[in-house]
């Protein structure tokens, strides 16, 4: 019995136990970093977006300017542009400070005629948001969704600058007449209820 006893002892396998206590014991320890280290990677990685998409100008924060040229297969081109405008009231951020809101222009020509220039800022689509999203939301985007012959489709985004607070607007243009329709089609906002 003696003899199995200081077999056991001297077995290889003691050795081997003992590691692998100890590398457990690392592995528990180095955990409990583990969310810190994910903090700053995520910190780190919100910093490189906004450094790309943003930058700050006369104390205010400001989206970079977006520009797009599309040609449709109604025959006209579609110029977007949304880019900060320093006229418009700031916009308030708790996280990041002030904001400049921004100014979207729509021009629509063909050959050399000019078809259709339409400008929006975040008040045309005030009846679409309700009063916390329009006090801390900028506008954000302009996208082309369809141009048919005698109008085009656009949506508009209004969001609150790195969260998910958002509310997307389908906007028709005529081009006969240049009047326009409006109609909200998604929100993330709680105030509207769930996302449409």
Same mark, same amino acid.
């Given at each position: 019995?003696?003899?199995?006893?200081?077999?056991?002892?001297?077995?290889?396998?003691?050795?081997?136990?003992?590691?692998?206590?100890?590398?457990?014991?690392?592995?528990?320890?180095?955990?409990?970093?583990?969310?810190?280290?994910?903090?700053?990677?995520? $910190?780190?990685?919100?910093?490189?977006? #906004?450094?790309?998409?943003?930058?700050?100008?006369?104390?205010?924060?400001?989206?970079?300017?977006?520009?797009?040229?599309?040609?449709?297969?109604?025959?006209? @081109?579609?110029?977007?542009?949304?880019?900060? =405008?320093?006229?418009?009231? @700031?916009? *308030?951020? =708790?996280?990041?400070?002030?904001? &400049? =809101?921004?100014?979207?222009?729509?021009?629509? /020509?063909? $050959?050399?005629?000019?078809?259709? #220039?339409?400008?929006?800022?975040?008040?045309?689509?005030?009846?679409?948001?309700?009063?916390?999203?329009?006090? &801390?939301?900028?506008? $954000?985007?302009?996208?082309?969704?369809?141009?048919? *012959?005698?109008?085009?489709?656009?949506? *508009? &985004?209004?969001? #609150?600058?790195?969260?998910?607070?958002?509310? #997307?607007?389908?906007?028709?243009?005529?081009? /006969?007449?240049?009047?326009?329709?409006?109609?909200?089609?998604?929100?993330?906002? $709680?105030?509207?209820?769930?996302?449409?």
């Amino acid at each position: 019995m003696k003899n199995k006893i200081s077999r056991f002892k001297s077995s290889p396998y003691r050795g081997i136990r003992g590691g692998l206590f100890i590398l457990f014991s690392l592995l528990l320890c180095s955990c409990g970093s583990k969310p810190a280290d994910n903090a700053e990677s995520i $910190d780190e990685e919100v910093n490189e977006l #906004v450094e790309t998409n943003e930058y700050k100008e006369n104390g205010l924060n400001k989206l970079r300017a977006s520009n797009q040229t599309l040609d449709t297969e109604a025959g006209y @081109r579609v110029s977007l542009l949304v880019e900060p =405008d320093e006229r418009l009231p @700031r916009v *308030a951020n =708790d996280n990041f400070g002030p904001y &400049s =809101d921004n100014r979207a222009t729509v021009v629509v /020509t063909r $050959d050399a005629d000019t078809l259709l #220039v339409h400008r929006f800022v975040k008040t045309d689509f005030a009846d679409y948001l309700d009063q916390s999203l329009g006090n &801390s939301a900028i506008l $954000d985007g302009l996208t082309l969704t369809n141009a048919a *012959a005698t109008a085009l489709t656009l949506e *508009a &985004s209004v969001s #609150v600058p790195h969260s998910d607070e958002q509310t #997307v607007v389908a906007v028709t243009l005529s081009l /006969t007449d240049g009047k326009t329709s409006m109609q909200r089609v998604a929100t993330t906002n $709680d105030s509207f209820g769930d996302e449409e």
